[in-house]
């Protein structure tokens, strides 16, 4: 057990839609990563928060969004959404951190399957 | 940019095979090197990991040598077993600007028979 959990475990919805996913991290950790993957384009990082301030982002789009609450769990937000959304959505912890991954290892949670039909 | 480049998949091993899954990376910076492992239906956990060339990383029997003249960070094993079958992730972790970046490679996925 990671100690990092997700919520839901799957999510199936239409397009056109908006979903919220939900990722506590590991007691302590400060800093929150979110994680795409899919079959085609492997895993792709979306964007880090640390201490609720955002502090890199990666491969997201304009339709995403994501926010770090004082309580330091996150969500993500996805709106408009489309088929090629479809993947498995994975939030990760780390207990350093502040410039972004540095060498300290990531925490993964088991991941959000979202279907979209 | 950063890129790591893992050999595809899948690979199928007989158990008590010998396994190597190879990894080469390009960086502009010291990048710091991992290998993760996913087992089915979980999330990505860090099987080992080397900081600073001709460092080995060890865990679970599994090695992984660091070479900064091959760029490259081979994962192996004397002898897999069933439990062994998983997806594995070479990433690297580099210095750019203001932050530290992941990039992880597109995965490989090992499957041993009994």
């Known amino acids: 057990d990671s100690g990092v959990t997700q919520t839901p475990k799957h999510l199936i919805t239409a397009t056109g839609q908006r979903v919220t996913l939900r990722c506590s991290p590991r007691?302590?950790?400060?800093?929150v990563y979110w994680y795409q993957q899919s079959l085609d384009q492997g895993l792709q990082f979306l964007i880090q928060?640390?201490?609720?301030?955002?502090?890199a982002k990666g491969n997201i789009l304009e339709r995403f969004s994501a926010q770090q609450f004082p309580d330091l769990h996150s969500e993500l937000n996805l709106s408009s959404l489309e088929l090629g959304d479809s993947a498995l959505y994975f939030c990760?912890?780390?207990?350093?951190?502040?410039?972004?991954?540095?060498?300290?290892?990531?925490?993964f949670g088991n991941g959000t399957r979202l279907t979209v039909t | 940019g950063d890129s790591v480049t893992q050999m595809e998949g899948p690979v199928t091993l007989s158990e008590e095979a010998f396994l190597t899954i190879n990894c080469t990376y390009t960086?502009?910076?010291?990048?710091?090197l991992f290998w993760y492992v996913q087992y089915p239906g979980e999330g990505l956990q860090l099987l080992l990991k080397?900081?600073?060339?001709?460092d080995k990383g060890s865990n679970k029997g599994f090695e992984a040598t660091y070479r900064k003249e091959t760029t490259s960070f081979h994962l192996e094993k004397g002898s897999v077993q069933v439990s062994d079958s998983a997806v594995y992730f070479c990433?690297?972790?580099?210095?750019?600007?203001?932050?530290?970046?992941?990039?992880f490679g597109k995965g490989t996925l090992l499957t041993v028979n009994p």
């Open positions: 960086a502009t910076g010291y990048p710091s």
């Open positions: 928060y640390y201490n609720g301030e955002e502090r």
């Open positions: 990433a690297l972790s580099d210095y750019g600007g203001s932050n530290y970046k992941l990039t």
């Open positions: 990760a912890s780390s207990g350093r951190g502040r410039s972004g991954h540095a060498n300290s290892p990531l925490h």
């Open positions: 080397a900081t600073k060339a001709d």
């Open positions: 007691s302590g950790d400060l800093s």
